[in-house]
């Protein structure tokens, strides 16, 4: 008798963990990326050399739409657009920054927002020159903190100074959430969104959760930077958000003595890869030792040296993107 209970217990541990293996194996299946791991799986079947390249595109799009979150507007915001680069380090926050002070100069009461959504670095709050905790509305919503003209928010605002975010993926996707979904942004006509580098969870959750007029990629003329760049291209085309176009940043740099132009980081390689890709080469911005200056001191080019080279360009490829995202 007692052989048997000894016996039945046994059944019923292995059942329960079991049960735990499929139901971890189920959340792990359903979650966002897996999706997307196992629509490149199936395309890359024995069936995928039966089909031309528009039905494969079509049959990934139909496997990525099942099962995923239903995109969703923000209230009161007209125009989203993500700026992202496949590698850190090639200027995008700086980039995105100049985008959205240039933006707003594109039009009459042009009301712009700033997200900072790279959780692990966020840069905006020094950038930007801004401090302190967002107060909440009336709403229970959390109030971004405005400089120059345009509205913030930053995990940077809601951490102390010099403290390590150590948090999984999960914790980090619904900080994101948090802060697009529960930050008063209204009105608002554009929400730029400085994304982190490379092709990860962040991007993919804001990508299938949030409805985005466009996506700007920026990167330098080197080779090791344009092979990631042409992933995030790539990735931005799987999950149909539109390419505004790229952008090439510290293309050249002139000397302030001599006027001699050396291309520090190669010539031409984002030409190139628009051309290749075929979308469109925003603008090249210089490499100038002032827009480094301008960002640590919380003074941007655009807004510190708006006659300068760069923050020229940074005006001309705002306009650009004004010009895509209207029609979207």
Request: contains cysteine; aromatic residues 4%.
């Amino acid at each position: 008798m007692r052989a048997d209970c000894r016996q039945e217990g046994r059944l019923q541990t292995l059942n329960n963990s079991y049960r735990l293996i499929m139901l971890q194996n189920l959340s792990w299946a359903r979650s966002p990326s897996r999706l997307l791991m196992r629509s490149i799986h199936t395309m890359q079947g024995p069936d995928a050399k039966k089909r031309t390249p528009e039905e494969l595109k079509r049959h990934q799009q139909e496997l990525m739409a099942k099962s995923l979150p239903k995109k969703k507007a923000l209230p009161g915001v007209k125009h989203v657009v993500l700026v992202a680069s496949g590698k850190g380090g090639v200027g995008k926050s700086t980039t995105a920054v100049n985008l959205a002070l240039a933006m707003t100069r594109m039009g009459p009461s042009l009301n712009v927002g700033l997200l900072d959504a790279d959780i692990y670095g966020p840069s905006i709050p020094l950038m930007m020159n801004l401090e302190g905790r967002p107060d909440v509305s009336s709403n229970k919503k959390m109030v971004p903190l405005t400089n120059y003209g345009v509205k913030c928010m930053s995990m940077g605002f809601l951490v102390e100074p010099g403290q390590a975010v150590v948090w999984r993926g999960p914790m980090v996707m619904g900080a994101t959430e948090k802060m697009i979904f529960q930050t008063d942004w209204q009105p608002l006509d554009y929400l730029v969104i400085d994304l982190p580098p490379g092709t990860g969870d962040i991007h993919l959750s804001i990508a299938q959760s949030l409805e985005v007029s466009g996506a700007v990629v920026v990167s330098t003329p080197q080779r090791v930077a344009l092979a990631d760049a042409q992933k995030g291209v790539t990735m931005f085309d799987k999950v149909n958000i539109p390419m505004l176009g790229l952008v090439e940043n510290m293309n050249a740099f002139v000397c302030g003595g001599c006027g001699e132009v050396s291309h520090v980081f190669g010539h031409d390689g984002v030409t190139s890869l628009a051309h290749e890709l075929q979308v469109p080469l925003l603008g090249s911005v210089p490499l100038d030792p002032r827009v480094m200056r301008a960002c640590d001191e919380g003074k941007p080019l655009v807004i510190s040296h708006p006659e300068s080279l760069p923050a020229k360009t940074y005006l001309d490829i705002a306009q650009k993107v004004y010009e895509q995202s209207s029609t979207e």
